[in-house]
């Protein structure tokens, strides 16, 4: 039998190649278990679901903490050398979770973190070029502007979340745009906004993460609210239509008590009182940084005839 010369496994290693194959050895089992399993995917997207469905009706100190246990998880695992799409789709879990985070920073009064959790949002998305990540974080960062008093750039966040251009995202926009010019007393850029949002596509049976979907409650909200701040007239009817169309309890109906409250103030100071009596009765158990601060605009637009009746989450302290 003819020799055969097997390699020699322990020639010295002088041009490096078998520590290479070790390191790519380890690598290739890395990249083999580093994706998550689909049913950790799966119950991403259920809870980013559920995320939405209640961001704006369970009090927030319920949702903080297991959004931040989520973030992190899905931080970490963008940690690892995932296959690619598996990467681009926890590239928006986590994008949509900075969102949630972000929001409830700005309603809890944390302007530093809400502003950190904007800009995250706004990577993920430009990682993503995903049209409703895009609008979504563009929303937030309308959100953000507008509660720190820089109503201009709410105004020109709300349009860039529209031309992002998913149906989903047109009925939040409006609403941000038009609310923003209100107060800054921009009639004419505030009705062509709330123009959009009536005529905004039907989209409610869609399961998407981020917002809620805007339905008519939130529509007959938003217009007695920027109604009410032009001091247009109807403020009073829309109001009421707003009240009838929420739900006893809920911050939704705050914000049509808040509206009617803010159309009623020159002309029936009591009336207007009672109501805002009401809302602090929902701020006790939803508390919301937005709804505080109207309340306390209405205040002290009204003047001496309503007694300040709430606490604002950032320190402005009114007592009944």
Known sequence: MSHVELPDSA???????????????????????????????????????????????????????????DWRRAQ???GRRLSPAVH???????????????????????????????????QFAAQLDDPLLTGTAATLDSLVAFVTGRYDAAAGAARRADAAGHPYLHGWAAALEAGAAATLGDTDTALIALDRLTQRPNVQGLRHPGWPAFDEVREACVVADVVSRMGGEGAADLGRIAVDMTSSGTVERGWALASLAGALAPDDPPEASRMLGEIVDILDVHPSRLLSRRVNEIVSIAGPGLLPLTTHPDGADTTA
Request: aromatic fraction near 8%; charged fraction near 25%.
């Open 11 to 69: 020639r010295p290693d002088r041009q490096g190649m078998a520590a290479a194959s070790r390191a790519a050895a380890m690598l290739s089992r890395e990249i083999a278990y580093a994706d998550p399993d689909p049913l950790t995917m799966a119950e991403f997207d259920d809870r980013l679901h559920r995320y939405a469905t209640t961001l704006l009706t369970l009090p927030h100190t319920l949702l903080v903490r297991p959004v931040i246990a």
């Open 76 to 78: 970490a695992a963008l």
């Open 88 to 122: 681009r789709e926890l590239t928006g879990v986590a994008g949509f979770l900075s969102f949630y985070l972000g929001v409830l920073a700005v309603e809890t009064g944390d302007d530093p973190s809400a502003r950190r959790f904007a800009t995250l949002t706004d």
